[in-house]
T-cell receptor, first 112, second 117 residues
Framework: AQTVTQSQPEMSVQEAETVTLSCTYD???????LFWYKQPPSRQMILVIR??????QNATENRFSVNFQKAAKSFSLKISDSQLGDAAMYFC?????????FGAGTTVTVRA | GAGVSQSPSNKVTEKGKDVELRCDPI?????LYWYRQSLGQGLEFLIY????????KSGLPSDRFSAERTGGSVSTLTIQRTQQEDSAVYLC???????????????FGPGTRLTVL
């Protein structure tokens, strides 16, 4: 079974600053997908960014980027120029077939 | 276009009653998934549909839980004889396909918060 670990229960960032969320995972597979999802208080899980394991280039979506280290099984999310709307719980997730395995989540607070 | 929708948004029930939770996937999505989000267990996979069939029911916590999908579209998750430990947010997701392609990314609905008194 795959396990996903998010070691930071909470992170706080000043508006316009940068915050990095950590995620590690355990797998014996070589081909898989990694995701970061955002869950605001509305409960809607929103896809932030996706990374294919076979791609060496780190994925980027506007202010969101990842640092994917396959050998270390590490997949961190960097939020640049943080905005008040970024406040939410962020989940790291792993998928190699159809099932998503999630980490415990990191709550991000943005200070004005 | 319209996203995944779920109803009801919130459901309060008494212990021992049956409940039905509904999910309407994105139009054209062939795969549908149910997850449960609870304080103690985090996000757990429950069941997955390819079309109307469920190849993987491994996440259903007990035989009180069942799910069906009709017409390759709407799905219903039924919990019989609800218990207090069933209290959680039940999330539904859908994807275009059910393989490892980027187009198979799962998109989630807003969830149903179930409270069992």
């Amino acid at each position: 079974a795959q396990t996903v670990t998010q070691s930071q229960p909470e992170m706080s960032v000043q508006e316009a600053e940068t915050v990095t969320l950590s995620c590690t995972y355990d797998t014996s597979e070589s081909d898989y997908y990694l995701f970061w999802y955002k869950q605001p208080p509305s409960r809607q899980m929103i896809l932030v960014i996706r990374q294919e394991a076979y791609k060496q280039q780190n994925a980027t979506e506007n202010r969101f980027s990842v640092n994917f280290q396959k050998a270390a099984k590490s997949f961190s999310l960097k939020i640049s120029d943080s905005q008040l709307g970024d406040a939410a719980m962020y989940f790291c997730a792993y998928r190699n077939d159809y099932k998503l395995s999630f980490g415990a989540g990191t709550t991000v607070t943005v200070r004005a | 276009g319209a996203g995944v929708s779920q109803s009801p948004s919130n459901k309060v029930t008494e212990k021992g009653k049956d409940v039905e939770l509904r999910c309407d996937p994105i139009s054209g999505h062939t795969a549908l998934y149910w997850y449960r989000q609870s304080l103690g267990q985090g996000l757990e996979f429950l069941i997955y549909f390819q079309g109307n069939s469920a190849p993987d029911k491994s996440g259903l916590p007990s035989d009180r839980f069942s799910a069906e999908r009709t017409g390759g579209s709407v799905s219903t998750l039924t919990i019989q004889r609800t218990q207090q430990e069933d209290s959680a947010v039940y999330l539904c997701a859908s994807s275009l396909g059910y393989g490892p392609l980027p187009t198979d990314t799962q998109y989630f609905g807003p969830g149903t918060r179930l409270t069992v008194l």
